[in-house]
């Protein structure tokens, strides 16, 4: 069953903008975690948050975790022309196999 | 060196044929896993194994059966193939620590068409 929904589903912005993308989930988790997938690539691994964290930072990107609201964000800060890709939320409904949102489609021009 | 690959990466066939999948991860980890995506990337998990046993096995046919002849490689092996098996299947692995589930290192897929 689908755990993550993202939103936007399609996000278009200029070249040093940010962008933030949301994920809302269903059940309890241990963590959650973001992927980026370019076209035609397999899925990257971004971030993990675990869910006593609240906020956590890896380079341009800040994720953040409300677990009373079953929901994440993630923003990319000054984005550029390669972060165009698909971004997936994805849980562990409290086991180990991850269950991945629809995603969101970040396009970005230059 | 590539982590997880997949081969092939492009496998067009007809309905009915059997076909095979392969992945090997060279990352030492002991679980690994086969997701389907589909044409409007959705992703979904199919099965689980640690350390070559199966873990999970959602809802999939019985016409896909994984197999694992040893940690660093989980096969998928899909029987009668139909139209509805067109999408992209991919290969991960990651360790599992206690408290739930690890950051998963993926395959760059395979693009099954089934025509």
């Known amino acids: 069953s689908q755990q993550g929904e993202e939103d936007p589903q399609a996000l278009s912005i200029q070249e040093g903008e940010n962008a933030t993308m949301n994920c809302s989930y269903k059940t309890s988790i241990n963590n959650l975690q973001w992927y980026r997938q370019n076209s035609g690539r397999g899925l990257v691994h971004l971030i993990l948050?675990?869910?006593?964290?609240r906020e956590k930072h890896s380079g341009r990107l800040r994720v953040t975790l409300d677990t009373s609201k079953k929901s994440s964000s993630l923003l990319i800060t000054a984005s550029r022309a390669a972060d165009t890709a698909s971004y997936f939320c994805?849980?562990?409904?409290?086991?180990?196999?991850?269950?991945f949102g629809k995603g969101t489609t970040l396009s970005v021009s230059s | 060196d590539t982590a997880v690959s997949q081969t092939p990466k492009y496998l067009v066939t007809q309905m009915g044929n059997d076909k095979s999948i392969k992945c090997e991860q060279n990352l030492g980890h002991d679980t690994m896993y086969w997701y389907k995506q589909d044409s409007k990337k959705f992703l979904k998990i199919m099965f689980s194994?640690?350390?070559?046993?199966?873990?999970i096995n959602e809802t999939v046919p019985n016409r896909f059966s994984p197999k694992s002849p040893d940690k660093a490689h989980l096969n998928l092996h899909i029987n009668s193939l139909e139209l509805g098996d067109s999408a992209v299947y991919f290969c991960a692995s990651s360790h599992i620590p206690s408290g739930g589930a690890s950051e998963q290192y993926f395959g760059p897929g395979t693009r099954l068409t089934v025509t």
């Open positions: 994805a849980t562990d409904n409290a086991g180990t196999a991850l269950i």
């Open positions: 948050i675990r869910s006593n964290e």
């Open positions: 194994y640690n350390n070559k046993e199966l873990i």
